[in-house]
C-alpha cells in the first residue's frame, strides 16, 4: 500500500471525519436520552445498532472514494426514518434530515452532479415518508418527554450541521482527483 493509497481526496477525509464523530457519539446518545428525559431510554438503545452502518463507511473509502462520499448521507437517511418511527415525528429526529442534505450538498465534486441530484432525491423522499406515510411512534412519550427529546434532538442537529460546516469549509469541490488545485 502506497502512502497515496492511505490518504483521501479532502471531499473524503472531511466524509471519513463526519462518520468517526458520529460513530463516537452513537454510544452516548441513550445516556442523553436518560440524562436528559429519563425514559425511553430502552427504545433508544435500539438506536445504537445503527453505529455498525456508519462504521461500513471507512471500510468501503478504501475501495471507493465516491462510495464513502454516497453512503454517508444515505446512512443518515436510512437512521433518521428509523430514529422517526421510533421516537415519533414530534421527537425532532426529521431535523436530521437537514444534516443528510448538507452533506449531500458538500459532498460532491462538479462531475459528480448525478450522484448529488440523486442524494438529495433520496433525502427528501425519505423526509416525505416518515412526515406523511410512516404512522406512529414504537415507543410512546408523554408530552413534556417529547419537548425534552426535541430539544436535545435541535441541539444535536445544530451541532452536527454546524461541524459539518466548518469540516468542508474551503474544501474545493472541483473535479481533479488530487484534492489540490493544479498549478
Same mark, same amino acid.
Not at 468501503?60 to 444515505?74: E, G, H, I, K
Given at each position: 500500500?502506497?502512502?497515496?493509497?492511505?490518504?483521501?481526496?479532502?471531499?473524503?477525509?472531511?466524509?471519513?471525519?463526519?462518520?468517526?464523530?458520529?460513530?463516537?457519539?452513537?454510544?452516548?446518545?441513550?445516556?442523553?436520552?436518560?440524562?436528559?428525559?429519563?425514559?425511553?431510554?430502552?427504545?433508544?438503545?435500539?438506536?445504537?445498532?445503527?453505529?455498525?452502518?456508519?462504521?461500513?463507511?471507512?471500510?468501503?473509502?478504501?475501495?471507493?472514494?465516491?462510495?464513502?462520499?454516497?453512503?454517508?448521507?444515505?446512512?443518515?437517511?436510512?437512521?433518521?426514518?428509523?430514529?422517526?418511527?421510533?421516537?415519533?415525528?414530534?421527537?425532532?429526529?426529521? *431535523? +436530521?434530515?437537514?444534516?443528510?442534505?448538507?452533506?449531500?450538498? =458538500?459532498?460532491?465534486?462538479?462531475?459528480? #452532479? /448525478?450522484?448529488? %441530484?440523486?442524494?438529495?432525491?433520496?433525502?427528501?423522499?425519505?423526509?416525505?415518508?416518515?412526515?406523511?406515510?410512516?404512522?406512529?411512534?414504537?415507543?410512546?412519550?408523554?408530552?413534556?418527554?417529547?419537548?425534552? *427529546? +426535541?430539544?436535545?434532538?435541535?441541539?444535536?442537529?445544530?451541532? =452536527?450541521?454546524?461541524?459539518?460546516?466548518? #469540516? /468542508?469549509?474551503? %474544501?474545493?469541490?472541483?473535479?481533479?482527483?488530487?484534492?489540490?488545485?493544479?498549478?
Amino acid at each position: 500500500m502506497t502512502s497515496k493509497d492511505r490518504t483521501h481526496d479532502p471531499l473524503t477525509a472531511a466524509t471519513l471525519t463526519v462518520a468517526w464523530v458520529i460513530i463516537l457519539n452513537k454510544p452516548f446518545y441513550p445516556l442523553s436520552i436518560w440524562w436528559r428525559v429519563g425514559d425511553g431510554v430502552e427504545a433508544s438503545l435500539i438506536s445504537v445498532v445503527s453505529m455498525f452502518f456508519f462504521l461500513a463507511i471507512p471500510l468501503l473509502a478504501r475501495r471507493s472514494a465516491l462510495a464513502a462520499r454516497v453512503a454517508l448521507p444515505l446512512i443518515g437517511t436510512i437512521d433518521t426514518i428509523f430514529e422517526t418511527k421510533l421516537f415519533g415525528t414530534a421527537a425532532g429526529t426529521e *431535523l +436530521f434530515f437537514a444534516a443528510c442534505i448538507m452533506l449531500v450538498a =458538500l459532498s460532491f465534486r462538479t462531475r459528480e #452532479r /448525478y450522484w448529488q %441530484i440523486g442524494m438529495t432525491g433520496v433525502v427528501f423522499a425519505g423526509f416525505l415518508f416518515t412526515r406523511y406515510l410512516i404512522g406512529d411512534a414504537l415507543h410512546i412519550w408523554s408530552a413534556p418527554d417529547l419537548a425534552k *427529546l +426535541f430539544n436535545l434532538n435541535a441541539f444535536a442537529v445544530a451541532c =452536527l450541521t454546524a461541524f459539518i460546516a466548518l #469540516r /468542508y469549509a474551503g %474544501i474545493s469541490r472541483a473535479d481533479h482527483s488530487s484534492g489540490t488545485r493544479p498549478s
